[in-house]
């Protein structure tokens, strides 16, 4: 079976399932006829093996020809999900050719695009064309439980109609990228589904309808994971539609718009029953490239950082990991544990493991219901295994991919995910809206004069900056409030005194050489790290066309407090703890007043003396940190 994803291609065979029990279990006439089937499933992905397939194929063989000694009238069926993404390179799917030509057991394969002609020719293929109008409209209906027409207002149908026509145009248009597919126009209706529900309780009900905010909400929810301007374009297409059939359905004002990370946070604390019906797990496209948008989540608050309700799952690149089965067997097992204690996960670089957790991932489960209590199940490929895995209703998944591996994640994987795209400038925006007025004011002046003298220094020489530099060092600036935490408002204020760290300690004297002007001291703070980044050789170039006050600040900062020359004496920075600070209080006391740097990246000319750290030279480097030489590691990569 042949389509694009979300087009109920798995759910067909699901639906054969249920009716095929068996001349005793099956509740039609019909199908009483027909034999049991025993399904086999297999999970394809890129990282599956012939082997795994082979192993399906054999296991169902046996199965059959007990069935046969037995005379049971029960059929073994294996079913190929995902057919398309084993990799074509390799010739996985070679394998299926003596299995298909012997046709000692039944097969099922489904795939987003044809096979090549030896797997073609072997079987029989249907290809699910684009729905047409009436297909789309039919599914609308449905997906909103309305059974016919005739019941149905006008205005109503008018909606939906127009609902269609956006939905068509969306996928047509250039200026949104091609990540969309029917199951997010699906999972919009069952939401709207909730107000129809709402408002059919009384009699005139179904004047009401769709309201233009639940419309904007569900968008909100479905259609995200692009930039701001794209989503604009979005929602105006849908609104424009159904506008064209209801002259008063207005877009709602610009104030009732939510930010991504306020859509993020509502949509995770949806209550079980909305969460059954359209609450999709969370795909967090990670704009700045390393990670910083989960650890943001953290820092804000939206995910939950209780090692007890939260675990993260990440996978590293290094080939002696890459194919290590083990490693991916270890961590789909605590996976498994994770959804059924219904603990939230975070999966980090995780694309090996992808494929054994599609049906997780599209939350396609088996429900066993007796009486008042429900379990439901869905399927985990553990190596050529797949197993049936209870999850828990509380159970929720998000997963992190960078924004620069979009093109190369397969469009059944982006069509299971609510998708939120997210930068630093997100979470900055939303501490600097909780300052008071006069904090606003003085943030704004001092993102300002930063990227003017980033623009008059010129950004070329600044090494390693790019758009997430400067709103990173702004948001260190802004400390949240714990204890008035209950407020909306106010949440967070300017964090002048404690945004150093053992790097920066020594040019705390400069920067607050005038302590009541809150807005030179956080300005010269940014301006510290900024420096941090440029070479000896284009300061002394570029001294000279600041003013001399300013020229003579950056001068004195940059050659006496900051470490450019020597890396031993960096490093010796990095891993020291400054003396005065020390001399000032407890440790408890020095983590108020100091932040600890723990990871750097150096850019330097030559690599000699790091390629020449060794057992003897790193000890020599780190003895007054630490006595115990077992305590430091050099990766030479």
């Given amino acids: 079976i042949i389509g694009a994803p979300g087009q109920s291609k798995t759910l067909s065979f699901q639906i054969v399932l249920q009716n095929l029990q068996g001349s005793q279990l099956s509740t039609k006439p019909f199908c009483k006829r027909l034999p049991a089937m025993d399904p086999f499933f297999c999970l394809g992905s890129k990282y599956s093996r012939s082997e795994d397939i082979a192993y399906v194929f054999d296991r169902a063989i046996k199965r059959e020809q007990q069935y046969e000694q037995n005379r049971m009238e029960t059929r073994c069926v294996v079913f190929l999900d995902e057919a398309s993404l084993p990799d074509e390179n390799k010739m996985v799917l070679k394998v299926l050719h003596p299995y298909l030509d012997e046709c000692k057991v039944a097969f099922v394969a489904v795939a987003n695009k044809a096979f090549d002609a030896a797997n073609a020719n072997r079987m029989i293929c249907i290809y699910r064309s684009l729905p047409s109008k009436d297909d789309q409209k039919i599914l609308a209906y449905g997906c909103l439980g309305l059974q016919t027409e005739q019941y149905i207002d006008k205005r109503l149908e008018l909606i939906i109609t127009g609902l269609c026509n956006g939905y068509r145009q969306v996928l047509n248009s250039q200026d949104i990228p091609k990540i969309f597919h029917d199951r997010d126009f699906i999972y919009t209706l069952r939401e709207l589904r909730f107000e129809l529900t709402t408002s059919t309780m009384t009699e005139n009900a179904s004047v009401t309808g769709i309201k233009p905010l639940s419309l904007l909400r569900a968008l909100e929810h479905n259609f995200n994971g692009i930039s701001n301007e794209q989503f604009q374009k979005l929602t105006e297409i849908f609104f424009n539609c159904v506008r064209q059939q209801c002259k008063d359905f207005l877009l709602p004002s610009k104030k009732e718009q939510r930010s991504t990370l306020n859509i993020l946070s509502d949509s995770l604390q949806l209550d079980s029953i909305r969460r059954r019906l359209y609450g999709r797990y969370k795909l967090i496209i990670d704009e ?330 790193k000890y020599q480097l780190f003895k007054e940190t630490t006595d115990n030489n077992d305590e430091i590691d050099v990766l030479n990569l």
């Fill in 288 to 617: 700045s490239e390393d990670e910083s948008a989960i650890r943001l989540l953290f820092q804000t608050g939206i995910i939950d950082s209780d090692p007890n309700k939260t675990t993260i799952f990440r996978m590293s690149d290094f080939p002696d990991d890459i194919n290590n089965e083990i490693r991916n067997v270890e961590i789909l097992s605590t996976i498994k544990l994770c959804m059924e204690t219904g603990k939230t996960i975070i999966m980090i670089n995780t694309g090996r493991i992808h494929g054994s957790l599609y049906d997780v991932f599209n939350q396609n489960f088996s429900i066993m219901a007796t009486g008042d209590t429900r379990k439901i199940f869905s399927k985990v490929a553990i190596g050529p295994k797949t197993l049936d895995v209870p999850v828990n209703e509380e159970f929720q998944c998000l997963v992190q991919i960078k924004h620069s591996e979009m093109k190369e994640i397969p469009a059944p994987f982006l069509s299971r995910f609510q998708k939120y795209s997210l930068n630093i400038n997100d979470f900055y925006r939303i501490q600097f809206e909780n300052l008071s007025k006069t904090d606003q004011i003085i943030m704004k002046n001092i993102e300002d004069k930063a990227r003017t003298f980033i623009e008059h220094y010129g950004k070329q020489y600044f090494y390693g900056l790019n758009d997430n530099t400067l709103y990173s060092c702004l948001l260190s600036l802004i400390k949240i409030n714990e204890n008035n935490m209950e407020q909306e408002k106010n949440k967070t204020y300017l964090n002048v005194h404690h945004h150093y760290t053992q790097l920066e300690q020594k040019s705390k004297l400069i920067i607050e050489e005038n302590p009541t002007d809150i807005q030179q001291c956080l300005l010269r703070s940014i301006l510290s790290k900024l420096i941090q980044l440029v070479s000896p050789e284009s300061l002394i170039l570029k001294l000279p066309t600041f003013e001399d006050s300013i020229a003579r600040w950056l001068c004195t900062n940059y050659f006496q407090n900051q470490e450019h020359f020597n890396i031993e004496n960096f490093i010796r920075q990095l891993t020291t703890i400054p003396t005065d600070m020390i001399n000032e209080g407890d440790q408890q006391q020095l983590s108020q007043k100091i932040n600890i740097t723990t990871k750097v990246t150096i850019f330097t000319r030559t690599s000699s003396y790091i390629l020449g750290l060794n057992k003897n030279s």
